[in-house]
């Protein structure tokens, strides 16, 4: 083999996957069509989910060092905001971050942990064995035949690998086009301007100095594969606002439509898809970007486990099992934001007023809205209807203190990508020897902060490398070593069920 790990672009999706494998001790080379990273951001927003990721590894500082919290954000470009401030996080907030800004710090990271990047690498050809994939790629020295154990494409909505395997993309075709363009002005609009008629929709979201990014759809312009021009754009900005903000020196403009496509599977054999190359969706809410880097999240440490010849049977199966399930509720929700955004007529109208009201009058409906969007609502179903309520759900960053009297939170405890063993026992430590496992991480204290009911009385909780519970008890853990010593030493044959897929070592130097 002369891979382990083959990762088809080099967006934040593939980045991110290339630092949870690495981590996980897996060697990973990157090939990438794009000679240099893309300057142009399509996304300008990092969700609190994506936040907690990053958290999870301690890379969230210099996003928040260099991004714009906002305390709310839009649902189908409602008027009435979503309100962030309840979120159950340590980040209630949308963090304006350009996606280049984005891409150029996952790249570092994943640099520094040792990945391969080839940029200038164009994929023509896709092929798979029972023992490997073969990739042809042609780059600056001319053509190369690459061996790999698995492929993973995160090369986009247009994705050669998924093409190249034949992967049905079930769904819908534009019949919607919108358009954007980053543009200074010189008589920029009040904070939180949008308009929202008959005629179409306009929002406009400022930029760092005078530039800002306006996105709308004109109902007029429903042309959808002609290239965008400036005069077109200015005269649909005209058309919507009755004026052009005094707009000037265009930096990008482009369209985009409602397409809404999913794949039917995230695995066909040694090949996995993950981001957009393996769902579409119209750019509501800045989500997509989030959902990918999640997919990431949780396919990183099965296929590490996998390559490592740790992974039980169908360890690497339950990444489609989980994801495509959020992928999908995805795609549901942006298809109803289009309908509430692209309100061309009386009754569609009417039900953006409805929504609106409902907004503004009702937070528990702002408040599902929040969690939907940002992704904290996300829970995966365990295996037995008999598990605890929190198995399955992500682990909030708790505010712990060990029993050797040091504060720290679960988030901290999860940098080194292991699985977490928690003793939630007070002052006392373990009695069963489970603190020298090797794959996983042991830690013995209390949780300090309140306001977590699900996890009163839990004595033990087993959380995954990405941050889901994968276990947990109201019994001391030496009290279920038998179960544990299953759920921990998952590439033993026989080894006991655990109510979610967990296997991963310690990262190796």
């Known amino acids: 083999m002369n891979e382990k790990i083959l990762i088809v672009g080099a967006g934040p999706v593939g980045l991110w996957l290339a630092a949870e494998l690495q981590l996980a001790g897996v060697k990973v080379r990157i090939v990438e069509r794009a000679a240099e990273r893309r300057l142009n951001s399509r996304a300008f927003t990092v969700q609190p989910r994506t936040l907690e990721v990053l958290a999870m590894r301690g890379r969230e500082q210099p996003f928040l060092d260099d991004g714009l919290p906002i305390l709310s954000s839009h649902f189908g470009a409602l008027t009435s905001r979503l309100d962030f401030r309840s979120l159950d996080t340590r980040f209630p907030f949308v963090l304006m971050h350009p996606q280049s800004e984005t891409e150029r710090k996952l790249e570092n990271i994943a640099l520094e942990l040792g990945t391969r990047i080839d940029r200038n690498h164009t994929v023509t050809a896709v092929s798979q064995d029972p023992d490997g994939v073969d990739v042809d790629v042609v780059g600056p020295r001319g053509a190369e035949k690459i061996r ?79 290239k965008l021009e400036y005069s077109e754009f200015r005269e649909s900005v005209i058309r919507l606002a009755g004026t052009d903000f005094g707009m000037r020196d265009p930096v990008w403009l482009s369209r985009y439509g409602d397409a809404s496509r999913q794949v039917a599977s995230y695995r066909s054999g040694r090949v996995l898809l993950a981001g957009d190359a393996a769902h579409v969706h119209f750019p509501a809410g800045g989500v997509g970007l989030n959902v990918g880097v999640q997919d990431a999240m949780n396919l990183g440490w099965k296929l590490a486990a996998q390559v490592q010849g740790r992974a039980p049977e169908g360890l690497l199966d339950s990444y489609h099992a989980e994801r495509w399930p959020v992928g999908d509720a995805l795609l549901q929700s942006t298809k109803a934001q289009v309908a509430l955004i692209y309100a061309t007529t009386p009754s569609a109208q009417a039900l953006r007023g409805l929504f609106n009201e409902l907004v503004a009058l009702n937070s528990q409906v702002s408040l599902e809205l929040a969690r939907r969007s940002s992704a904290l609502d996300v829970a995966y179903p365990p295996a037995s209807k008999d598990s605890h309520a929190i ?24 940098h080194g990508g292991q699985p977490l063993l928690m003793h939630l026992r007070g002052s006392e430590a373990p009695r069963s020897g489970l603190d020298v496992i090797d794959s996983v991480r042991v830690w013995s204290g209390r949780v300090v902060e309140t306001g977590q009911p699900d996890w009163a009385g839990l004595r033990a909780v087993l959380v995954r490398p990405d941050g889901h519970v994968a276990w947990a008890a109201e019994q001391p853990a030496e009290t279920n070593a038998g179960i544990l010593s299953g759920v921990i030493r998952v590439s033993e044959r026989n080894s006991l069920r655990c109510d979610l897929p967990l296997s991963h070592d310690p990262p190796r130097d």
């Open 148 to 226: 790999s154990e698995y492929v993973v494409g995160c090369d986009g909505a247009s994705s050669f690998v998924r093409r190249a395997i034949g992967v049905e993309f079930r769904g819908t075709d534009s019949s919607v086009y919108g358009f954007l363009g980053d543009v200074t002005v010189d008589d920029p609009p009040p904070p939180g301007f949008n308009v929202n008629s008959t005629g179409g929709m306009l929002m406009i979201i400022p930029k760092p100095g005078d530039s800002v990014r306006i996105v709308g759809i004109d109902a007029t312009q429903q042309q959808g594969n002609s």
């Open 391 to 414: 198995t399955g759900k992500r682990a909030p960053d708790l505010q712990l203190t060990g029993i050797d009297g040091q504060s720290t939170s679960l988030y901290r405890l999860l």
